[in-house]
């Protein structure tokens, strides 16, 4: 696993062992991040259910600002740490061990709003569809944030709140969705 992009570009990335973490594949990672690269530069990004968190160091590697990394697996989170520091990060990233809906709870009252969310939690889970409702009710995305989702054909993200959903992208068993956020509506 390695840094397709950017300042950290060919570096390689730690995995945690075990199977309680599936990277993202580079093939998939490369479309991700075909996806949004004009819009990766000095943002705000929330990497969900990060895993080793190759998916918020490939924003950072690419330019941007912050990244939020949360997942609750300990070795996962070892390996986000270790490579954070390999790659000189730290200073530009927040990491969280804990529940990632808690997370967005706890956020809520902090007033920052991530420009872009990359969100690939277990795809047997309801994980998603449930961050994707604490995204809006609590008011974490800027106007035109983007929320990239990971997803299995037989389980798709369930988008509630104004959001303009892109037709779903097949790569090998994954699935990628793109959403743009348009903002809360109006009550």
């Known amino acids: ?3 397709i992009a950017g300042k ?4 390689e990335l730690t995995a945690p062992k075990g199977l309680n973490t599936r990277p993202t594949l580079a093939k998939v ?6 996806m949004i690269q004009f819009d990766i530069a000095d943002a705000n990004v929330l990497d969900l259910f990060s895993g080793s968190g190759g998916l918020g160091i490939e924003a950072i590697s690419r330019g941007a600002r912050r990244a939020v990394f949360c997942d609750r697996d300990r070795s996962a989170l070892a390996a986000v740490r270790t490579n954070l520091k390999r790659l000189g990060f730290e200073e530009q990233a927040t990491v969280y061990s804990m529940d990632s809906i ?4 706890q956020l809520q ?5 991530f ?7 277990p795809y047997e889970s309801d994980l998603m569809s449930r961050a994707l409702a604490k995204l809006d009710e609590n008011g974490l995305l800027s106007s035109e944030a983007l929320i990239i989702c990971e997803h299995s054909l037989d389980n798709p993200p369930v988008f509630s709140g104004n959001y303009t959903v892109k037709e779903p992208r097949k790569y090998g068993d994954s699935y990628v969705t793109k959403a743009v956020y348009a903002g809360a509506e109006e009550k």
């Open 8 to 11: 950290a570009k060919g570096r």
């Open 29 to 34: 990672k490369e479309a991700i991040f075909g």
């Open 115 to 121: 420009d872009i969310v990359l969100l690939d939690p």
């Open 102 to 105: 808690s997370l967005l709870d």
């Open 1 to 3: 696993m390695r840094v």
């Open 109 to 113: 009252t902090s007033g920052v709003k």
